[in-house]
């Protein structure tokens, strides 16, 4: 398999904070109204305790990227050197047919520029030899860079509960699903 860089994404470890969406917004300085990553909570069917289960989803840069094929003008591209698909925001023409086709929700409209976007995986950073902002930021280290080529974890899942399941796709994204907490229990005097 060629490289193929991804996101771990430790349901395990994740506080919920949203600091990576904070480091998203403030790298790109997005407009209003436009997120690229989002932390949402799990709901208590898949996890009991509503506060204390998320997933940090963005883009998953696929291996069959559904938008890149739908959009009209090519505003999208796979690099070959690392699997990320890649926007060209000046090539988009705002017609919405990624938006409408990714089942992740990863391209929004920006309102300001009529254009869509999505995250990039901060390829100007990993090209500089840096890790993507939201990764760098999370306090718990509950996101991570992988590479799939050479990524071995035997407990990471692909499409754990919650996770909408495109096998078309091949999302290149890898959890850790949130255990159940231990509950200790005091014993009466
Ligand atoms: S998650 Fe959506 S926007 Fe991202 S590569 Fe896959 S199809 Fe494209
Ligand atoms: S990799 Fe970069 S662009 Fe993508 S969600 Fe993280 S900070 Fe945003
Ligand atoms: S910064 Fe880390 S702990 Fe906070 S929401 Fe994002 S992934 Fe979870």
Partial sequence: ????????????RCIGCFT?????????????????????????????????????LACNHCENPTCS?????????KRETDGVVVHEQEKCIGCGNCIRSCPYGAPRH?????????????????????????ILSCPVDALQLIDLA??????????????????????????RVAQSPTVIRRKRL
């Avoid at 869509?116 to 995986?121: I, M, V, W």
Wanted: net charge positive.
């Fill in 1 to 12: 398999m060629r490289k193929q860089l991804g996101f771990y994404i430790d349901a395990n």
């Fill in 20 to 56: 990576c969406a904070m480091a998203c917004k403030n790298q790109y300085h997005q407009d209003i109204g436009v997120i690229w990553r989002q932390v949402y909570d799990l709901k208590t069917e898949i996890y009991p305790h509503r506060e204390r289960a998320f997933y940090s």
């Fill in 69 to 77: 094929n739908v959009c009209p003008v090519k505003a999208y591209y």
């Fill in 110 to 134: 920006n309102p300001v520029l009529r254009k869509a976007e999505k995250c990039s995986f901060c390829w100007e950073r990993i090209d500089s030899g840096l890790e993507p902002a939201c």
């Fill in 150 to 175: 050479t990524f071995e974890e035997p407990n990471a899942v692909q499409y754990p509960p919650g996770f909408p399941k495109f096998t078309s796709l091949n999302p290149s994204v890898r959890f």
